[in-house]
């Protein structure tokens, strides 16, 4: 079988070993693929670094209630950034907004607390 690519893709280092190599070592193909990553792919990394930052925040300060209030303030120092989540619900009985981070929410409360909830239970 003839080789595809005679050079490494990154390094333009001469290939040896199977056929359909395209890079001569891993540290060459991950600088490669990292290079050529696109902005929007960048962005969508970071976002989703951010929406697990937030689920954690929320599952730590829940720990094992089904729910609780705190200061919207104290979220925010644990690295809770409020301008990223996956949905919005309203709920039925009383028609509050409650903002999810995956399967962790919380309601905005008049006061700048959060009531902070399990989802999915």
Known sequence: MD???????QCN????????QKYCSLKCKNKHHRKN?????????RIIKILKRNQQVLKD???EKN??????????????????????KKS??????????????????????VKVVKAFQ
């Open 3 to 9: 080789r595809e690519f005679e050079n490494c893709l």
């Open 67 to 88: 729910s609780m209030s705190i200061d919207m303030h104290k979220l925010i120092a644990q690295g809770f950034d409020d301008d990223y989540l996956t949905h919005i």
């Open 37 to 45: 990553k696109t902005n929007s792919e960048k962005a969508q990394e």
């Open 92 to 113: 039925k009985m009383k028609g509050y907004d409650y903002y999810y981070v995956f399967d962790y929410g919380y309601r905005k409360e008049d006061d700048g607390t």
């Open 13 to 20: 280092k001469k290939l040896v070993g199977r056929d359909d």
């Open 61 to 63: 300060v829940l720990g």
